[in-house]
T-cell receptor, first 114, second 114 residues
C-alpha cells in the first residue's frame, strides 16, 4: 500500500535561514507527489506538485521540491524562510489506481524564530 | 479561497448523538473526498464520491456514512458519536477521476464530542 513518511515532527529555523523538509514515499509506480501547507485553523493549500518531467518543481511562496526516484524522496526546500511560513506541512502521494485519493504523511510543524 | 465550502465550521455535541456535515465542492468538480484529521491519526482518508457514486473507501467506520447528491454537494453523517470521533473533518474536491490528483480542500468542520 502507498505510504508517506515525514521523519521530522517539528522543525525550528531562524527567519532568513534555509529550510528542507523531508518526505519519503512508498509507491509501486511513478508517483504523483504533493506538498500541502496548513496554517492554524485553516484548510490545506497546495504548495506544489510533481507528476512527471523535470524533477525539480517550483511552487508558490518560493518553495521548491526535488523528486529523487532512487531515494524515494520528495523533499521540500526554501532558500530563505519568512515568519509567515510557520505552519504544518504535509507531503502526499496520489493513489491513482484507487479513486485518485491522496495518502498523507503525518506532517511536519515548522516554527520560525526571529 | 479554495472554492470548497463546508458547514458547519464548529459543532459541539454529546456522545451517542448524530451529526451531518455538509460540503459544496468547487464549481464543476465531480469528485468529493472526506478526510478526518485528529492528533493521533493524522489525516485519514474516509471516502470518495464521483458524480454521485461511491468511488473509494478508506478507514471509515460503519457508524459513518456519506452520500453525494445530484447537485454534487456531499454530506457526511456521523452517528452514535464517541469521544474519539472528535476531530477536524475536511472535504476536498477535484475535477474527476482522470485528473492529476490535485485536491482542493475546504476549511474543515471541527467536531467536538463531549
Amino acid at each position: 500500500a502507498q505510504s508517506v513518511t515525514q521523519p521530522d515532527i517539528h522543525i525550528t529555523v531562524s527567519e532568513g535561514a534555509s529550510l528542507e523538509l523531508r518526505c519519503n514515499y512508498s509507491y509501486g509506480a511513478t508517483p504523483y507527489l504533493f506538498w500541502y501547507v496548513q496554517s492554524p485553523g485553516q484548510g490545506l493549500q497546495l504548495l506544489l506538485k510533481y507528476f512527471s518531467g523535470d524533477t525539480l518543481v517550483q511552487g508558490i511562496k518560493g518553495f521548491e521540491a526535488e523528486f529523487k526516484r532512487s531515494q524515494s524522496s520528495f523533499n521540500l526546500r526554501k532558500p530563505s524562510v519568512h515568519w509567515s511560513d510557520a505552519a504544518e506541512y504535509f507531503c502526499a502521494v496520489g493513489d491513482m489506481e484507487y479513486g485518485n485519493k491522496l495518502v498523507f504523511g503525518a506532517g511536519t510543524i515548522l516554527r520560525v524564530k526571529s | 479561497d479554495s472554492g470548497v465550502t463546508q458547514t458547519p465550521k464548529h459543532l459541539i455535541t454529546a456522545t451517542g448523538q448524530r451529526v451531518t456535515l455538509r460540503c459544496s465542492p468547487r464549481s464543476g468538480d465531480l469528485s468529493v473526498y472526506w478526510y478526518q484529521q485528529s492528533l493521533d491519526q493524522g489525516l485519514q482518508f474516509l471516502i470518495q464520491y464521483y458524480n454521485g457514486e461511491e468511488r473509494a473507501k478508506g478507514n471509515i467506520l460503519e457508524r459513518f456514512s456519506a452520500q453525494q447528491f445530484p447537485d454534487l454537494h456531499s454530506e457526511l453523517n456521523l452517528s452514535s458519536l464517541e469521544l474519539g470521533d472528535s476531530a477536524l473533518y475536511f472535504c476536498a474536491s477535484s475535477a474527476g477521476l482522470g485528473n492529476t490528483g490535485e485536491l482542493f480542500f475546504g476549511e474543515g468542520s471541527r467536531l467536538t464530542v463531549l
